[in-house]
């Protein structure tokens, strides 16, 4: 590995983590609900993505890639967390709170941001498609090593800007309910199609087999 790859893997990671998601989402609605929760919520997220990381640095990802079977339980996992989620945004839209930063529960947001990226097959396979293309197998460092050095390089700019946008949200909704209850039925109506998606995507490759 060489600084120009680094670089190059970095520029394009930044780009893919600016993109709005399902992490957006749910950082916004931690944003929304109360400051204190934002960063139990990205630190979920990041726990997801380390997870990942490991899995696919040690092999195991690859193993599971291999097997359909696995993949289309790892999605279906995914897709039916993500429509909870949304639909629970959607009976309960976030309103900004103050004084009350205790009782959104940090563990239960540093397991749902968790599952949100731990339980998401495109992440898995987004991980083993691109981390290899940046490693050099010529290198001194061995494969395992670099593919994990990229995928922290990945979660540290995930994190950074998932930060940014939960603090954000924050700070510019925390004066506007009615902003933030709209907010709050788009961040539950995304992770609601994002879900959908991810499993008719499935269905479709099960009727089609």
Known sequence: MNLHTLLAFWTISILLAATPGADWAYVISAGI???????????????GYIAITGTVAGGI???????????TILTFAGAAYLIKLGISLLRHPPVPKKGHERETGARRWIAKGFAISGLNPKALLFFLALLPQFTNP??????????????IIHTINCVSIYLMVGFGARTILSSRPKASIVM??????????????????????????
Do not use: C, N
């Open 33 to 47: 609900r109360a400051h204190a929760a934002v960063v139990p919520a990205v630190f979920g997220l990041f726990l």
């Open 184 to 209: 709050g039925y788009i961040s539950g109506a995304i992770m609601i199609v994002l879900g959908l998606g991810l499993a008719s995507e499935d269905i479709m490759k099960l009727l089609h087999s």
């Open 61 to 71: 990802g690859t193993l599971v890639a291999s097997m359909p079977l696995a993949v």
């Open 138 to 151: 010529g290198s001194s460092w061995p494969i395992f090593l670099q593919i994990g050095i990229l995928g």
